[in-house]
C-alpha cells in the first residue's frame, strides 16, 4: 500500500514585519518556516496506518511544493518515518495560488499511483482550507475534508466527519481515496535533531516542473486568482485595556461582569 | 605460665590437631576463592556494557588514580561531608577494619610463610605487645564505631537512611525494602560479632594463659577478670569453640564480601579511583557507532562499563536521596533509587539479560526521569562518585530519541529549533531589550570588542530578567568596557537542551553559536547566565570552541575592586545569597558574589543550604519548560521559605536569570511577597555605584 | 456568463444562518455586476426551504434535487456542476463551510474557474474583486481573477448581516441535474458530541480557557473558578485536541459558535478559527501574556497579565 502526504513549510510572521517593494508579498527576511500544523497530524496518521498494515512493501511518501526552507519539513517528515520524499520546485511556482499549487501537486502524487492521500484541512499562513479537495478534483479521486478518526478495512476507508457544532457524521468510501486530516486525530511523534541529520541518507528527490511534464502555460491556466496587494488589516478600536495590579484588573472585570449581567 | 620479655607471643594454632589444620587452611583457601569469584563475576557483569570504554580510565594512569583513590580514603573527606557523626564513626570502622586485617596479614605472613619457609618469625617480644596494642585500640574503634552506627539506624533514624523510595507506591512490587535492612542488619552486626569474638577469645586465652603483660591488651585483659575464677577445662572448650566460631565467621565474611554490601569496600575504592570529575560540567557526546543505534541508555548494555561499575559502589547512605530538589519537594525522584533500581536489573536480570529495556513501570519510571532538574545534587555529594544525574541524562536521551516526552517540553524543542530561544520570538528581537538604554550597544560581529557578551534567552527576552540585563549593560557602559553583544546572531547555548537529552539539537545550536563567535574578535566571553557559561566554557569545547568564559559576578568584582566602578552609597541590607546550581556547585564559583555583597557594605546571612549545597530553584533540566503539578510545593517555594526563616533578612539576592524568574515568582506564591524582596546582585551594585535612586529591582 | 448564484446549505432538515448571510453579500455584488442574484438549494428535501430563501434582492430560487438524506460531496459538486451548465453565471457564492469546502475546490479544479476561499468582502471593479486574510489575518490580501468567466468563492460565515427570510417574493424553479452512480461516499451515520448536559450556546456568561492555561491539571480549577463566579466552562480548539476539555464545550469554527452577554477568555491568543465561533459576543473580556495576542483585536476589554494571577484575584471575589 502507498501513502502520499501532501505537506507544506509554512512561515510564520513576526510582529514586526516589511512588505516587498511590489506590495504583493512579505520581506522572506521577517519569515520563520516551519511544517505546518495540520501537515504534522496527516503525516502521524500515515505513519500508524502504514504501521498496522501486515506484511511488507507498504510506504509512506511525503510530498511538498517549495524552494530551499521546504527541505527541512520534507527531512523531518523522513526522519519521523516516512519512507520517500518529493520536493518540487520552479521560480515561476513563487506566487502560485491554491489551484496552482494543486495542479502541480496532483502532477506529482499521480507518478506514485498512491492508495490514499492525505492532506492537512488547511496550512496556517494561507488558511485556504482548499488544496487537497482541489488536488482530488485533478485527480478524479474520492474525497472526504475535515476528518477526525480513519479506519481502514482493506479497500474501503470509514471515517469520522468532523462538522460545526461538534456534530460528527461516519461515512465510508473506496480506495483510492483522498481525505484532508483535521488536527487532534492523534498525537504528532517528535523527531530529533539527530534523526533529522540521519534523514539525509533517506530517498529524496527533487523535481522540476519539465520533469512532471508540465510548463508555466499549464500552470498559470490551472490558478484561480491572483493576488493584487497585501495590506494591513483596518484595525478597529481594539480592546480598552485594563491596567493595574492583577488585584485591580480583577476587580475591575467583576465589576463589567456584574453591569452587563444585570439588566 | 609463660613469662614476659622476648619470648612474648601467643599461639596461632593452639591445641590444633594437624589435620585441623589442614581443614582450616582448606576452608581459607576456599573463601579466598570464593572471594576472587566474587570479585571477577562483577568485572564480567561492568564489561557488558558498551556505552563506554574499557578499561575506562587507560591502563597506564591506574596506579596514580588508585593513589589517589587511597589518599581519598584515607582522608575520608568524601564520608564526612555534612555528616560529621557517620563520617566520625565510618573512621573508625574503617580504620579499625584496616588494622585488623592488616593484623591479620602480618600474622599470617609470619606464620605461613617467614616462619615454615625461613624459620624466623617477628611475632613476639616487642614487636607482638605493640602489635596487640594496636589491634586492641583499632578494635576498640572498631566496635565503637559500629555501636555509633547501629544508634543511628535503629533509634535515631536520620531521614536520608528511610528506604522508603518515592518512585513506588505501596502495594508495587519494588517498594518493599526490607530485604535492604536486613542486608545492613547483618553486615553490621556481622562485623560486630567478629570483633566482639576476637576480644572474647583474647580475654578467655588470656584468662587460661595468664601471660601477665594482659595490661597491654587492655579489652582482653577486661575480659579475662571475669573469667578468672573458670576452670581451665571449660576455657580450653570455650577456646576452641570462639576460635572456630571466630574464624568461622571470618573467612565466611570474607567470602560473602562480593556478595553483600561489603562489597562497597571494593566498589566505593574503585569507583572513586576512577571518578570523572568533570561529569557534573560536561555531558558525553553521543559516541561514534553504527547511524542507526539509538542514543542513549536504554538497556543495561548501552551503559558505559564505568557507570555500570558505579552502580555496585552505591552504599544506600542517602546523600543523594537528602540532597536532591525534587525528592525533597515530593516528586517521584530519588538518585539513590535510580541507582539502586538499576542495580538490581543488573543483578537479576530477565530473560532477555543486558538486552532488557530498564525504562518503564518494572523499572525506571518516566515521570521519574523527567522529575530530574539536572542540578547535579546528587553527583557533588556522593561519597564513593556515583553520576546520577548523568546516568539520567542518558536514560533521557533515550526517551527523547522514541519521542517519549511531555507534550509542553516537546512543543518548546520545536520553537527553540524555529526560532532558536524557548520563548517563540522571532530572532530579529534578540537584541530589543537595549533599545531602553541611553546608549547603544556594540554589534560584537561587526567591530572588536574587549569582552564578547553572551546574553542567554531568559536574559534577552523575560521582561524582568531583561531590567538586570539593562543594568549590567549600564555598569558596563559606566566602566568603560568596551563590550558587545551578538543581537540576532546569538541561540540558546543549548546547556538545557542538552541537559533535557536532545542532544542533536545541542550540536546544531552550539555548531551556530561558535560559528557567530568565530567571527568576531574579542579577549575574552563574559555572561550573566550560568547555564550559558557551562556550556560555552565546558562543553562548546568537545566541538572545537576553546575561550576564555567568565561570569558577570566576576567581571563585575574585578571592576569593583579595580574602582573602574565606585560604591558611592554603602548599602546597609541585610541580605541572603542563592548559589546558583551552573556557577555554584558545577562550576566551583562561590566566592565573587559574596565579595560583591561585602564590597557594597551589605550583611550577608548564609543560607543554611549554601554554596555547594544550594538547593535549586526547580528550573534546570528542561523543568522550567514543563508545567508543575498544582498543589505541590515548588522547589523555589521550599527555597524562599529557608529564607524567611532566616533572622530579619530583607533581599534574596540571585546572579541567574532563572532564579530571578523563579524566585519573584516563588515569593509570591508563598505568600512572602511583604516578607523578602528579590535582588539580582548587578540591581544592587547599581543601587551602591549609581549616584541617585535608579532603576531597582521588580 | 453572467448572473450570481449563491448556493444555500442546510444540514438535517434546517436552513444555515450563512445562507442568509450570503444572500446579503451576494446581493450587493449583484447590483456592482448589475446582473441577478439567483439562489440554489439542493438537496432532497429542497423544495421545503425555497419561501425562506426568497429575500430581498433575489430573482429566482432554483432547486436542485439529489437522491439520499443530506449532503454528499460528489452529488453536490455534480449538482453545482450543473447549476453552472444550465445557468452560466459569473459568480457562484458559497459560506465558507465544512460541507463547501468538501466540494467547492475540487469543481474549481476540473472546470478550470476562479476560486478564493474565506474571504471577507467581495466586490466588482472591472472584474471580480475579493479580499480575505494573509498569513492567518495578520494581513488582508486582494485577488483578482484574470481571464475567468466564472469564479467560486466561499465567504467567511458571521461577516455579513443575515438577508431577512422570504422579504422578497422570488419564485422557484427545478433545475435538473443527472445524478446517477456519481456519489463515491455513503453515508452511515450522525454522532452528537457528548454534551454531558452542556449546551454552551445557552449559556449567558462563558469563561473559556485556552492554551495559556498549561496543564491539564489545571483545568479543574478553572471548573470551579467558573462555578464560583456562575460562568459556564467552555474552552478553545488545542484543549479538546490534547483531551483535556470535551468537544461539547469548544468555541470556534469547527465547534459551537456562541454568543453569550460576557465571554471572559483567559490564555486564548485569537486564532481565526476561535474567532468565528465568539466574536459576537456581548461583551468580550481578553486576558492573555502576550500584548499582540490577536484576541485584543475583538475584544472589548482586555488585560495583559497572567491567567493565574487574574483567575487568583477573581477567585477572591467569587
Not at chain 3, 498569513?135 to 484574470?146: M, Q, R
Amino acid at each position: 500500500m502507498r501513502i502520499v502526504v501532501a505537506v507544506k513549510q509554512v512561515a510564520a510572521l513576526d510582529e514586526e514585519f516589511e512588505l516587498l517593494v511590489d506590495g504583493r508579498s512579505v520581506d522572506p527576511d521577517y519569515l520563520e518556516w516551519d511544517l505546518n500544523e495540520w501537515d504534522t497530524f496527516s503525516l502521524e496518521a500515515a505513519l500508524q496506518l502504514r504501521d498496522a498494515l501486515d506484511g511488507d512493501g507498504h510506504e509512506v511518501v511525503a510530498v511538498t511544493i517549495g524552494e530551499e526552507e521546504a527541505q527541512e519539513g520534507l527531512l523531518a517528515c523522513l526522519a519521523k518515518g516516512a519512507d520517500r520524499a518529493v520536493r518540487v520546485w520552479d521560480e515561476s511556482l513563487r506566487d502560485s495560488d491554491v489551484l496552482a499549487v494543486a495542479r502541480v501537486l496532483a502532477a506529482v502524487i499521480e507518478r506514485e499511483s498512491p492508495d490514499l492521500v492525505l492532506c492537512g484541512v488547511q496550512s496556517s499562513d494561507a488558511v485556504n482550507g482548499a488544496t487537497g479537495v482541489a488536488l482530488s478534483g485533478f485527480l478524479g479521486l474520492a474525497h472526504v475534508a475535515v476528518v477526525k478518526h480513519i479506519e481502514l478495512d482493506g479497500t474501503t476507508v470509514t471515517v469520522q466527519r468532523e462538522l460545526e457544532g461538534g456534530l460528527v457524521e461516519i461515512l465510508t468510501l473506496p480506495l483510492p481515496a483522498l481525505l484532508t486530516i483535521q488536527t487532534g486525530i492523534n498525537e504528532p511523534r517528535y523527531a530529533t535533531l539527530r534523526a533529522i541529520k540521519q534523514a539525509r541518507e533517506k530517498p529524496l528527490e527533487s523535481l522540476s516542473l519539465g520533469e512532471l511534464g508540465l510548463d508555466h502555460g499549464a500552470v498559470a491556466a490551472a490558478a484561480g486568482s491572483r493576488v493584487v496587494s497585501i495590506a494591513h488589516p483596518e484595525r478597529g478600536e481594539g480592546a480598552q485595556m485594563l491596567e493595574g495590579a492583577p488585584a485591580e484588573v480583577a476587580a475591575r472585570i467583576v465589576e463589567i461582569v456584574r453591569d452587563r449581567m444585570t439588566g | 605460665m609463660l613469662s614476659l620479655g622476648s619470648l612474648a607471643t601467643r599461639p596461632v594454632f593452639w591445641d590444633f590437631t594437624t589435620p585441623l589444620r589442614v581443614l582450616w587452611y582448606a576452608l581459607a583457601i576456599a573463601s579466598v576463592g570464593v572471594f576472587v569469584y566474587g570479585c571477577w563475576r562483577p568485572v564480567r557483569k561492568w564489561r557488558r556494557g558498551h556505552g563506554g570504554p574499557w578499561p575506562p580510565v587507560p591502563w597506564s594512569q591506574w596506579p596514580a588514580r588508585l593513589w589517589g583513590g587511597l589518599k581519598l580514603l584515607g582522608s575520608h573527606r568524601t564520608i564526612a561531608r555534612r555528616d560529621h557523626t557517620a563520617g566520625a564513626a565510618h573512621r573508625l570502622i574503617f580504620y579499625g577494619f584496616m588494622v585488623l586485617f592488616a593484623g591479620t596479614v602480618i600474622l599470617g605472613f609470619d606464620t605461613d610463610f617467614l616462619t615454615p619457609v625461613f624459620g624466623v618469625s617477628y611475632f613476639h617480644g616487642t614487636f607482638y605487645l605493640a602489635y596487640k596494642e594496636v589491634l586492641n585500640l583499632f578494635g576498640t574503634a572498631l566496635v565503637i564505631g559500629l555501636l555509633v552506627m547501629m544508634v543511628r539506624r535503629a533509634i535515631v533514624r536520620p531521614a536520608k537512611l528511610d528506604y522508603a523510595r518515592p518512585d513506588r507506591a505501596l502495594g508495587e512490587p519494588q517498594f518493599d525494602r526490607h530485604t535492604y535492612e536486613i542486608g545492613d542488619w547483618v553486615f553490621v552486626g556481622t562485623l560486630l560479632v567478629i570483633a566482639l569474638t576476637g576480644f572474647l577469645l583474647e580475654g578467655v586465652r588470656i584468662a587460661m594463659d595468664q601471660p601477665g603483660y594482659g595490661g597491654t591488651q587492655f579489652v582482653g585483659w577486661l575480659v579475662a577478670q571475669p573469667l578468672s575464677g573458670v576452670s581451665d577445662a571449660t576455657l580450653g572448650g570455650l577456646r576452641h569453640g570462639l576460635w572456630w566460631f571466630h574464624g568461622l565467621l571470618a573467612i565466611t565474611f570474607v567470602a560473602s564480601i562480593p556478595f553483600t554490601k561489603a562489597m562497597h569496600m571494593l566498589t566505593a575504592y574503585v569507583s572513586l579511583s576512577l571518578r570523572d570529575d568533570t561529569a557534573k560540567r560536561q555531558l558525553a557526546p553521543i559516541p561514534p557507532g553504527p547511524a542507526d543505534q539509538p542514543a542513549g541508555y536504554g538497556a543495561l548494555e548501552d551503559f558505559s562499563p564505568l557507570h555500570l561499575l558505579q552502580l555496585d559502589a552505591c552504599t544506600k547512605c542517602g546523600r543523594c536521596h537528602e540532597a536532591c530538589p525534587a525528592n525533597a519537594t515530593g516528586r517521584p525522584l530519588s538518585p539513590r533509587d535510580v541507582i539502586l533500581e538499576l542495580r538490581e536489573h543488573a543483578n537479576h536480570p530477565s530473560a532477555d539479560g543486558f538486552a532488557a529495556s530498564v525504562i518503564g513501570a518494572d523499572g525506571v519510571r518516566q515521570e521519574t526521569l523527567w522529575a530530574c532538574m539536572q542540578c547535579q545534587a546528587c553527583v557533588e555529594i556522593c561519597p564513593v562518585g556515583i553520576e546520577q544525574a548523568p546516568i539520567i541524562n542518558q536514560l533521557r536521551r533515550r526517551l527523547v530519541e522514541e519521542g517519549e516526552l511531555d507534550s509542553n517540553l516537546q512543543a518548546t524543542l520545536q520553537t527553540i529549533h524555529k526560532s532558536g530561544n524557548s520563548f517563540g520570538e522571532n530572532r530579529r528581537k534578540r537584541g530589543r531589550w537595549t533599545a531602553e538604554l541611553e546608549f547603544e550597544v556594540p554589534d560584537a560581529r561587526k567591530q572588536p570588542v574587549e569582552v564578547l557578551w553572551f546574553v542567554g534567552d531568559y536574559a534577552s527576552f523575560d521582561p524582568r530578567s531583561q531590567q538586570v540585563t539593562r543594568a549590567i549593560a549600564r555598569l558596563l557602559h559606566r566602566s568603560q568596557v568596551a563590550f558587545g553583544i551578538l543581537y540576532d546572531g546569538e541561540r540558546n547555548s543549548g546547556n538545557d537542551v542538552r541537559r533535557v537529552g536532545e542532544e542533536g539539537l545541542f550540536e546544531s545550536l552550539a555548531q551556530q553559536n561558535i560559528d557567530a563567535i568565530s567571527e568576531c574578535e574579542f579577549d575574552r566571553i563574559m555572561t550573566s547566565d550560568p547555564h550559558s557559561l557551562n556550556a560555552l566554557r565546558n562543553e562548546y569545547p568537545q566541538l572545537g570552541a576553546a575561550w576564555k568564559v567568565v561570569h558577570h559576578t566576576q567581571l563585575l568584582r574585578e571592576l569593583l575592586e579595580s574602582g573602574r566602578l565606585e560604591v558611592r552609597n554603602r548599602l546597609s541590607h541585610r541580605v541572603t545569597y542563592h548559589d546558583p546550581c551552573h556557577l555554584g556547585r558545577i562550576n566551583g564559583e562561590y566566592d565573587d558574589p559574596r565579595r560583591i555583597i561585602e564590597l557594597l557594605g551589605c550583611t550577608l546571612v548564609e543560607m543554611p543550604r549554601n554554596r555547594d549545597n544550594s538547593f535549586c530553584c526547580g528550573a534546570g533540566g528542561g523543568r522550567i519548560w514543563i508545567p508543575d503539578t498544582p498543589g505541590q510545593e515548588r522547589p523555589s517555594e521550599n527555597r524562599i521559605r529557608e529564607a524567611v526563616a532566616l533572622p530579619d533578612v530583607e533581599l534574596f539576592v540571585v546572579t541567574c536569570p532563572k532564579d530571578v524568574t523563579m524566585y519573584e515568582d516563588a515569593i509570591k506564591t508563598s505568600g512572602n511577597a511583604d516578607r523578602i524582596q528579590l535582588r539580582e546582585l548587578t540591581e544592587l551594585i547599581e543601587e551602591a555605584v549609581v549616584p541617585q535612586p535608579a532603576m531597582v529591582g521588580a | 456568463m453572467s448572473g450570481v448564484v449563491v448556493v444555500a446549505e442546510s444540514r438535517r432538515g434546517e436552513l444555515r444562518e450563512v445562507s442568509l448571510e450570503l444572500i446579503s453579500a451576494a446581493s450587493a455584488v449583484a447590483q456592482e455586476m448589475g446582473e441577478p442574484l439567483s439562489v440554489a438549494v439542493i438537496g432532497s428535501d429542497c423544495a421545503k426551504f425555497s419561501g425562506a430563501l426568497a429575500a430581498d434582492g433575489v430573482s429566482e430560487v432554483l432547486t436542485v434535487q439529489a437522491p439520499g438524506d443530506g449532503f454528499e460531496a460528489d452529488l453536490w459538486a455534480a449538482a453545482v456542476e450543473g447549476l453552472i451548465d444550465a445557468e452560466s453565471p459569473s459568480l457562484v457564492m458559497l459560506g465558507h463551510t465544512i460541507d463547501s469546502m468538501g466540494f467547492a475546490p475540487a469543481v474549481a479544479a476540473r472546470r478550470g474557474l476562479g476560486f478564493a476561499s474565506d474571504v471577507v468582502a467581495v466586490g466588482w471593479s472591472d472584474g471580480l474583486r475579493v479580499r480575505r486574510g494573509a498569513y492567518g489575518d495578520k494581513l488582508i490580501a486582494e485577488l483578482e481573477f484574470p481571464g475567468k468567466t466564472c469564479s467560486i468563492v466561499t465567504v467567511r460565515p458571521g461577516i455579513f448581516p443575515p438577508a431577512t427570510a422570504g422579504a422578497g417574493s422570488a419564485q422557484a424553479r427545478s433545475v435538473q441535474v443527472p445524478m446517477e452512480g456519481v456519489a463515491r461516499t455513503a453515508h452511515v451515520s450522525y454522532e452528537e458530541a457528548a454534551s454531558g448536559g452542556v449546551d454552551i450556546t445557552k449559556a449567558e456568561f462563558l469563561l473559556s480557557i485556552g492554551r495559556g492555561i498549561e496543564d491539564k491539571d489545571n483545568v479543574p480549577r478553572f471548573e470551579e473558578l467558573a462555578a464560583k463566579l456562575g460562568a459556564t466552562l467552555s474552552s478553545s480548539r488545542p484543549l479538546v485536541d490534547a483531551g483535556w476539555m470535551p468537544s461539547a464545550r469548544q468555541v470556534g469554527q469547527s465547534g459551537k459558535t456562541v454568543k453569550p452577554r460576557v465571554y471572559l477568555a483567559l490564555g486564548i491568543s485569537g486564532a481565526v478559527q476561535h474567532l468565528a465561533g465568539m466574536r459576537n459576543a456581548d461583551t468580550i473580556i481578553a486576558v492573555n501574556r502576550d500584548p499582540e495576542a490577536p484576541i485584543f483585536n475583538v475584544a472589548h476589554y482586555g488585560a495583559v497579565a497572567d491567567l493565574f494571577e487574574i483567575a487568583d484575584e477573581l477567585d477572591a471575589f467569587a
